[in-house]
């Protein structure tokens, strides 16, 4: 790269050869065109000869619900390490997958979830035409070849990023070691381990003595397999003290020698189109079905009105709830759905006669679904079928996500500070992308799934342009703590270089 880099108008050039006389040439002379002179490149205080990143899915690269090529080479990371490249950093190595389908197999065959029974998904989304559909509906040919007892790449590897990895996971012996799968290991943890499977993420990250680092989305996962369950209780919000005992390790281990770093705080996930897609009321109903459905809620709602009138005035059940709890649809477009609300009442253990009374109640405004619903609710899910914990954050659950992502981000910004690390504030970002939109370079860029620009086809990671943008945020955060000057030297990332979406026929 030139020390100096100089942008000229193409004006200069016209203007030389389209000079007719002396006269015109004089003129040009006397009023040269202005040149943009951007400073040269500078590390200030930091060192990025040996630069490994940390983190789970995002750092990763994880994107339209799939690991595959491209988005690796795309992952923020990578986007780092390319402009860390211009001012002495090594070779940036990744455990690049075997293709660019996304997913997993397991000794040649799909793999299998052991809590569920069912196939995992072995390829990455891509758009139908109406939305996000499984590659293998477009083509049914593609299947990954990503095999993580067979063919795991070697190391050691400058990218750490463990899809689905909570911040305990990443200090966990084991947590790699093809023995302890399904239980205790990770497949993407199994893929960078190699020859010493008992090796913690943090332990192979230190192993490469690293100068500088980045440590980003650790403790998202900790809240987002409760999020994605709709708060259950299978997947539980790690508890902050045990966060903050992983997270004090990870820098710890990872400034032990003197290394300088950036850390990302956590976004409110419940923000993203995962959560926003599918709408409280989106059942059409013509005047037949609303009263086939109606009928069939009656005697639901009639023992709701049996309760009521036996409780009225004890302070156990007020008319309210009553009226929240009774179950009506009409004729159009808007039916909300209806949901099993763990909340409500139990009115069989106030009186044993209503015991048989189910907690149900229509959905509102407040209440989240989760995407992958609204595959399900053309078959009678929300209206004959009515939906389970799994599929719903009530504002209580949000409330506790909320809660619990505001106690990691304040250990985040603490940590940060007492070590004199870079603090990314993500969920600023995030806050005002799904508001207002955010700008990034000719684009604005919002969470709306398929048309915002920034969160992937799987409503949770980003688009490429997504982490090009992230990767920004990054250098502006250096810039501040270290004296860089990628910003002001023109080191950032163009938005027009990284694609929203990947075609269908990228193999």
Known sequence: MKNIKYLLLSAVLIGFTACNDEEDFEDLLDNPTSEVILPELTTGSADFSNYVAVGASFTAGFTDGGLFIASQENSFPNILANKFANIGSSTFTQPLMNDNFGGLILGGNPVINPMTGQRELTERLVFGGAGPVPLQSLNPAAMSTTDFALNNPT???????????????????????????????NPYAIRVTGNTPNASILDLAVAQNPTFFTLSEVGGNDVLGYATTGGDGTNPITPTSTFDASLNALVTGLTANGAKGVIGNLPNITSLSHFTTVPYNPVPLDATNAAALNQG????????????????????????EAAARTITFAAGSNNAMVIIDETLTDLGAINSAFAGIPKYRQATAEDLFVLPLSALIPQGYGTQIPLEDKWVLIPQEQDEIATATQAYNTSISAIANSNGLALVDLNSILE????????????????NLVSG??????????????????ANSFFKA?????????EASGNLAKAGDYPTNYSPALQ
């Open 453 to 470: 620009g920034l969160v992937s086809l799987d409503g949770i990671h980003l688009t490429a342009r997504g982490y090009a943008l992230m």
């Open 432 to 447: 005002q992308a799904s508001t207002t939109g955010i700008t990034f370079d000719a684009y604005n860029m919002n969470t």
């Open 297 to 320: 809620y009656a005697l639901y709602n009639g023992g709701i009105q049996q309760a009521l009138a036996a409780l009225n005035g004890t302070g156990l059940f007020t008319a309210e």
């Open 155 to 185: 190391g050691p590897f400058n990218n750490l990023g463990i899809p689905g990895a909570k911040s305990f996971h990443l200090l966990a012996p084991g947590y790699g070691n093809l023995l302890n799968f399904p239980a205790a290991a």
């Open 478 to 486: 250096i810039d501040a703590t270290y004296g860089t000057n990628f």
